[in-house]
């Protein structure tokens, strides 16, 4: 991928988790039932385990571009379309979509 996610994209804190989800409906009621689920215990190290939990979704929120890559990524996958793609395990190893080990490095 040719985005990266910023960690700087978004602060560290409930409100700008939550205006940063607000690009996914889905995470952010997730997140906050998350919160209120730690709220209602008055826990302080819960609700500091939701915002490091959400955090770095927010911050793929928050990154421009970096959503819209991923998104048209699984959408091309979905339809079957992996033509150029490359994957990359753990170490770094390049990978076609059947699993056959690529040399990154070479041109198309």
């Not at 978004?10 to 989800?21: G, Q, V």
């Not at 571009?65 to 770094?92: C, I, N, P, S, W």
């Amino acid at each position: 991928m040719a985005h990266e996610v910023d960690p700087n994209s978004c602060e560290r804190t409930p409100e700008a988790i939550r205006a940063a989800l607000q690009r996914r409906p889905d995470w952010l009621r997730a997140f906050e039932q998350d919160w209120l689920s730690a709220a209602a215990d008055f826990d302080r190290s819960a609700l500091d385990a939701v915002t490091d939990k959400w955090f770095p979704f927010a911050c793929a929120c928050a990154t421009p571009g970096y959503l819209d890559e991923v998104e048209q990524a699984v959408k091309r996958m979905t339809e079957g379309d992996t033509e150029g793609m490359v994957f990359r395990d753990t170490d770094g190893n390049a990978y076609d979509a059947d699993n056959r080990p690529i040399d990154a490095s070479r041109p198309g």
